[in-house]
C-alpha cells in the first residue's frame, strides 16, 4: 500500500528537507547544551559529568524549546 508518509516515497527534495531540518536540530540541540551548561571548551565538559537522568531531563527541555 503506498503510503506518502514513509520515506522511501518522498522525493529528493523532500529527503534532504527532511535532513536539513533533522540536522539543524541537531546542532541547535549541541549548542543548547554547551551554553546551558557553560561548556568549557575542553574534552571533558560538563555534560559527561551529569548522570543519565540528569542528561534525560536536559534533553526533555530541549525538546520541549526547540
Not at 35 to 52: I, Q
Amino acid at each position: 500500500m503506498y503510503n506518502i508518509n514513509n520515506p522511501s516515497n518522498w522525493s529528493w527534495s523532500k529527503a534532504f528537507d527532511e535532513m536539513n531540518k533533522t540536522v539543524h536540530e541537531s546542532e541547535m540541540t549541541q549548542q543548547c547544551i554547551n551554553h546551558v551548561l557553560n561548556y568549557p571548551g575542553e574534552a571533558n565538559s560538563v555534560w559527561m559529568s551529569l548522570n543519565k537522568t540528569q542528561q534525560d531531563n536536559v534533553y526533555e527541555i530541549l525538546n520541549q524549546v526547540l
